[in-house]
């Protein structure tokens, strides 16, 4: 089994900063890359942020410049630094992880957190 729980959504007033946090734990043999996706009421489920295998950053045009993200290998665990944040930003921010177990070593698949809240009050 393998879990992805997030941490440290809430609320905040615009211009405001939140810290998201993921851990990734269970049957990891490897972990890929890791990111952080959002849904907003009535709208589709989009990428803010991610980390490739050579942990190199993508962001999404509307978060450049304010949201880093961020990833500690030995305790599996991913981070979002939300800074500047705006109302447009309210959203559930779920964690997603493309990583293989020990029972399949070399099948890899994505995994995601339950979500966490993110409010952004004008």
């Known amino acids: 089994q393998v879990q992805l729980v997030e941490s440290g959504g809430g609320l905040v007033q615009a211009g405001g900063s939140l810290r998201l946090s993921c851990a990734a734990s269970?049957?990891?043999?490897?972990?890929?890359?890791m990111g952080w996706y959002r849904q907003a009421p009535g709208k589709q489920r989009e990428l803010v942020a991610a980390?490739?295998?050579?942990?190199?950053?993508n962001y999404s045009d509307s978060v450049k410049g304010r949201f880093t993200i961020s990833r500690d290998n030995a305790e599996n665990t991913l981070s979002l630094q939300m800074n500047s944040l705006k109302p447009d930003d309210t959203a559930v921010y779920y964690c997603?992880?493309?990583?293989?177990?020990?029972?399949?070593?070399?099948?890899?698949?994505?995994?995601w957190g339950q979500g966490t809240q993110v409010t952004v009050s004008s």
């Open positions: 997603n992880a493309v990583l293989s177990t020990q029972y399949s070593p070399n099948l890899f698949r994505a995994y």
């Open positions: 269970g049957s990891i043999f490897r972990l890929q890359s």
């Open positions: 980390l490739t295998s050579g942990g190199n950053p």
